[in-house]
C-alpha cells in the first residue's frame, strides 16, 4: 500500500478532512491523493499558490513575513497551513515551499519546508534534496504525504521541539495553533 493510500485510508478511519498548499510541489501531492479511489471522501481541496501573491491572496500568508524570511522559509510554510485550517473547511493541512532549480534568491537547490497542520499544531520540516527538478518535487511529495500520515496516526513520536521559531508568529499562538519545528538535514533558519 502506498503512503497516500494509508493516509486516505486513515482520514476515512478518523472522518477527518485534508486540504493542501503547494508551492514548488505544483499539484504533486493532490495528485497522488486523488489517484487513491474513494479519496473525494476525505481530500476537500489543494491549491498551488506559486507565486508570493497567490499566498497572501488565498492563504492569508503575511506580506512582511515573504519579505523579513522569504517565500521559502518555516515561516511562509506555516503560515500557509495555517491558512488552510483556518478556513474551517479541513482537519489536516498540508503545505510546501521551496526550491527545486535555479532561483533569483541564489538559495541552495533542494532547499524546501513542509508543513501539516493536525490538533491546533503546526509541524514544519525543514529539508534539503538533490537531484532533478522533478526528482526534488517528487522527494518533497513523498515527504508531505509522510509526515501527514506519521502526525495524524501519532507516530511522529511528538518529540519535537515546541515553542516559537520567531517572535512574528506570535500571532499565530493567539489563534491556538503551536509551532512545532521538526528538522531533517538542517538546522533552522
Same mark, same amino acid.
Not at 7 to 17: A, D, F, G, I, T
Not at 110 to 121: N, P, Q
Not at 168 to 184: G, H, P, Q, S, Y
Given at each position: !500500500?502506498?503512503?497516500?493510500?494509508?493516509?486516505?485510508? $486513515?482520514?476515512?478511519?478518523?472522518?477527518?478532512? $485534508?486540504? @493542501?498548499?503547494?508551492?514548488?510541489?505544483?499539484?504533486?501531492?493532490?495528485?497522488?491523493?486523488?489517484?487513491?479511489?474513494?479519496? #473525494?471522501?476525505?481530500?476537500?481541496?489543494? !491549491?498551488?499558490?506559486?507565486?508570493?501573491? #497567490?499566498?497572501?491572496?488565498? $492563504?492569508? @500568508?503575511?506580506?512582511?513575513?515573504?519579505?523579513?524570511?522569504? @517565500?521559502?522559509?518555516?515561516?511562509?510554510?506555516?503560515?500557509?497551513?495555517?491558512?488552510?485550517?483556518?478556513?474551517?473547511?479541513?482537519?489536516?493541512?498540508?503545505?510546501?515551499?521551496?526550491?527545486?532549480?535555479?532561483?533569483?534568491?541564489?538559495?541552495?537547490?533542494? $532547499?524546501?519546508?513542509?508543513?501539516?497542520?493536525?490538533?491546533?499544531?503546526?509541524?514544519?520540516?525543514?529539508?534539503?534534496?538533490?537531484?532533478?527538478?522533478?526528482?526534488? !518535487?517528487e522527494r518533497a511529495s513523498?515527504?508531505?504525504?509522510? !509526515?501527514?500520515?506519521?502526525?495524524?496516526?501519532?507516530?511522529?513520536?511528538?518529540?519535537?521541539?515546541?515553542?516559537?521559531?520567531?517572535?512574528?508568529?506570535?500571532?499565530?499562538?493567539?489563534?491556538?495553533?503551536?509551532?512545532?519545528?521538526?528538522?531533517?538535514?538542517?538546522?533552522?533558519?
Open positions: !500500500m502506498s503512503r497516500q493510500e494509508e493516509l486516505v485510508s $486513515l482520514l476515512k478511519e478518523k472522518n477527518l478532512k $485534508l486540504s @493542501v498548499a503547494e508551492s514548488f510541489t505544483g499539484g504533486l501531492i493532490s495528485e497522488k491523493i486523488v489517484s487513491v479511489s474513494g479519496a #473525494s471522501e476525505v481530500f476537500y481541496e489543494g !491549491m498551488v499558490c506559486y507565486n508570493a501573491q #497567490s499566498k497572501i491572496d488565498r $492563504l492569508n @500568508v503575511k506580506e512582511s513575513t515573504i519579505s523579513e524570511k522569504g @517565500v521559502v522559509s518555516a515561516e511562509t510554510a506555516c503560515e500557509m497551513a495555517t491558512g488552510l485550517l483556518k478556513t474551517g473547511n479541513c482537519d489536516v493541512a498540508i503545505a510546501t515551499t521551496g526550491y527545486s532549480d535555479v532561483n533569483e534568491d541564489d538559495k541552495q537547490i533542494g $532547499l524546501c519546508y513542509v508543513a501539516v497542520g493536525f490538533e491546533g499544531k503546526i509541524a514544519v520540516s525543514k529539508n534539503v534534496f538533490d537531484g532533478t527538478r522533478r526528482r526534488i !518535487m513523498c515527504k508531505a504525504l509522510d !509526515m501527514a500520515f506519521k502526525i495524524v496516526s501519532g507516530q511522529d513520536g511528538r518529540n519535537v521541539e515546541e515553542g516559537q521559531a520567531e517572535e512574528n508568529l506570535a500571532d499565530l499562538k493567539k489563534n491556538a495553533l503551536k509551532f512545532v519545528i521538526e528538522t531533517n538535514n538542517a538546522s533552522i533558519v
